[in-house]
């Protein structure tokens, strides 16, 4: 008894089709499986591959200019837009936003490290553009290394000297006797004018670099730091739909003998131009007897998501120009981060500044890991009970009575 077959539609145009889905089936699994052992398994180009299939006059004849090139050290559209999340091939409407990361070509591995974190729990799904700044060139080798962690644009810009160098007007002889005290007291960083010129390109100089000038909101990034949680929702948009000026992860107290006199000098500011302090600002975050003395609490700088258009606004030009002529960033040690917090305390209203407490973050020993749902949702590789949130030294209980 004869076996009865089903009928098959040969029409030779799906024959082609046949014939084309199997070569790119086959090619594709060839790459993946063999990707990782390099020079040493050679895989087939697509057009190689059908010449050995005999199906090559099918290939020649019936691709187009839209076929996926899979040959070896291409990027496949394909594959890249099977890697991709929904929300980019459905045009995601981003906010005006980049990351930023200020760094130098020896810091190459804690960069890849950053970048690629970022990149796992955020960006991956919506390609917001980087900017890294550096005050040397990058090298190509550096380049090569960063640019293959992500599909978003990324552009490396070189710091004009006039941003980044002590300034001539400055004093050396007094700066030298600064940080030989300051050395004497084992601070850190206190003999470093490297560490000085960072701190004042930061508060003052960065929003002004050519590559920044398209955008409005940034994220800071530094290398070597760790993010623990998936990032769900969109920090950027957060920031824009809720008229958000500065955002935060961790807060605590500077060292006091890093700024003896920076405190006096906001004063003198707050004398001079009453006109800049915002009605129902922080002060309470940064002074416990309604600002005769600085409690030292700041949000600590190396992650801030913040709008440009506040450092670049009226009031806090006039505040960073009064900073400089007093030459404390390197007479002393002013830190960006101080510097940024008590600015934001005072030109903005406390409900313009937020907790990003979705967000798990460690720089250094200090870190911030979210709780309950938020640590759940974010499917975070942290330790809830490590967090830095309310221990000794946090500021973070100084914010939290800003609300009650």
């Not at 600064?178 to 960083?189: D, F, K, L, T, V």
């Not at 937020?354 to 330790?383: L, M, N, T």
Request: net charge negative.
């Amino acid at each position: 008894m004869g076996v009865i077959l089903p009928s098959i539609n040969t029409s030779p145009r799906r024959i082609v089709f046949l014939v084309i889905a199997i070569v790119v089936g086959v090619h594709y699994l060839l790459t993946v499986v063999f990707k990782d052992y390099g020079p040493a398994i050679a895989v087939p180009s697509l057009t190689q591959l059908g010449g050995q299939l005999g199906f090559s006059q099918f290939l020649e004849n019936n691709t187009t200019s839209d076929t996926p090139d899979l040959s070896p050290g291409s990027v496949s559209p394909l594959l890249s837009s099977m890697n991709r999340n929904t929300s980019d091939t459905h045009d995601y409407q981003r906010a005006n936003a980049t990351f930023v990361l200020l760094c130098r070509n020896t810091d190459l591995a804690g960069v890849v490290t950053s970048i690629q974190q970022m990149e796992d729990r955020f960006n991956r799904k919506h390609r917001y553009p980087w900017v890294l700044l550096n005050e040397e060139p990058f090298t190509q080798e550096f380049k090569d290394r960063v640019r293959v962690l992500t599909d978003a644009p990324i552009e490396f810009g070189l710091i004009p000297p006039e941003h980044w160098f002590q300034p001539e007007w400055i004093d050396e002889e007094k700066a030298t006797k600064g940080r030989s005290n300051m050395m004497a007291q084992g601070i850190i960083y206190a003999g470093s004018v490297p560490y000085r010129n960072m701190c004042r390109f930061n508060s003052g100089f960065f929003f002004k670099h050519e590559l920044l000038q398209p955008y409005r909101y940034y994220w800071r990034v530094e290398p070597e730091v760790k993010f623990f949680c998936d990032i769900n929702d969109d920090p950027f948009k957060f920031m824009q739909e809720n008229n958000k000026t500065y955002g935060f992860t961790i807060s605590l107290v500077e060292w006091e003998a890093t700024i003896p006199s920076l405190w006096s000098t906001v004063k003198e500011f707050i004398v001079e131009y009453p006109e800049y302090i915002t009605p129902g600002n922080s002060m309470d975050f940064l002074s416990d007897n309604s600002g005769d003395t600085y409690n030292l609490c700041h949000y600590w700088s190396n992650f801030e998501i913040a709008d440009m258009d506040f450092w670049r606004g009226e009031a806090y030009q006039k505040f960073f120009d009064f900073l400089e002529s007093k030459g404390g960033f390197y007479y002393e040690r002013w830190g960006d981060a101080p510097v940024h917090s008590i600015a934001v305390s005072l030109f903005a209203s406390r409900d313009q500044v937020h907790f990003f407490s979705d967000i798990g973050y460690r720089h250094d020993s200090f870190q911030h890991c979210p709780s309950g749902e938020e640590w759940v949702k974010g499917r975070c590789a942290c330790d809830p009970h490590e967090s830095f949130d309310y221990v000794f030294n946090s500021c973070l209980p100084k914010y939290d009575a800003l609300y009650w």
